[in-house]
């Protein structure tokens, strides 16, 4: 136990200068950084001789030390004391009167337990149907695209194995996307989970292979910042939908065929912001049979799409207005087919027959066949069913019709008017 003590402490003092110098890299400022290199220089390297203090044998995310100052009692387990970094650090700096934020502390012993803990043998990358397999076992914890239900969500991965890769910690501990984007530059996506000493590893790593990091690792509300301070563009093959993007979520244009998308971390002019767990394409499908109708010859009624085939078998031209109706509205005098406001401005039910008359005199709703020969009208059971068949019909006309809408950031909705029941 003593020579992995010794070992862990000579190991402790090597990695807190690096890791001094990893955080002034970060961008932290002159002032704070100072402050902890006093704390380093004055307090901690006094400790470490005097405390035995080391990396702990127990947990490599905390230290361990002995008050005791004999030499003997400075290597049994049941002496030693076992703490946090930044709550050891925190107390070191207020023996010295330093102002220095937890948050501070916390950003440093984050490359602290990088630079001890970091391997880049415990990083994998993944290509193409190996990245849809991590996302089913839920690499990196569970999140809105994880599970095997969302499978159809993350095709996009598979389908651009040239274009992003995920990058894995520790088997299935950690994730983050790779990106290539359409300027050649190499891009680190968010990291999943978002928080935890894994995301100081994940930065040396990507120091390490030439990739840029984000700024920050929090959920995205607007403008992704980067590193480089960069606008980020890619180019991807679509399906017929999205997944949630984190950084990459504004859509520059419109699809080109439904087939390629440009992606961007930033909003520029009229982008399409497709930051959802179920974005969808709005194509071109037969609102009746769901053919793709984009490449062969279709007809649009009423805001939705018909191939030729279903056109003329499921609508009809109205004999009043000459208007294309879906044969759903159809009423039929005749040989006539009428939509359902013409047949209420030409025609009235019989009295007494129920069959329809031409709406010529309101006063005398009674056909000429009813009014010459009474005794032969239908019996009561006849204009009956007669009656049930006009009222079923007018109710299937006024039942809620399912209409598409493509909203301002295409998503293909499918809404109904609200029903009287």
Known sequence: MKEEILRNRAKLRKATYSALSEYRSSGAGSIVSGYIKDVLDKVFIYNTDRHYLSVSL????????CHNYRTV??????????????????????KLDRNIPVNAWED???????SLNYSSDQFEILYGSDVIKAYEEECGGHSCMTGKTNKHLIELYEKNADKVSLLTYRGTFARALLWKTDAGKKVM???YPNSGRHLACFARWAKENDYVCRKNNSLPEDNVHFEDDEEHRVTLNVGMTLPYMDSFHYAIDEPEQHRTIVLSTCKLGKAVHVAST???FALKTCCWCSTLVENQPYEELNGGYFCQNCYNEQTF???????RFRRTFRRSVEDSQYCQDCHNERFVRCRMCYDYLARSDEDNRVCERCEANPSETMTSDEALVRRFTDSFA????????????????????HNTTESNQ
């Open 278 to 280: 179920t974005w969808y």
């Open 189 to 191: 996506d968010r990291v």
């Open 58 to 65: 127990d947990d490599p995310s905390q230290v361990s030390y």
């Open 108 to 114: 440093y012993a984050q490359c602290l337990l990088a």
């Open 317 to 323: 031209e109205c004999s009043g207005c000459s208007n």
């Open 73 to 94: 009692e400075s290597f049994d387990s049941k002496r030693r004391r076992r703490v946090g970094v930044v709550r050891y650090f925190s107390r070191l700096s207020e």
């Open 394 to 413: 007018e109710w299937s006309i006024n039942w809620p019709q399912p209409t598409w809408e493509v909203r301002e950031v295409n998503e293909l909705t």
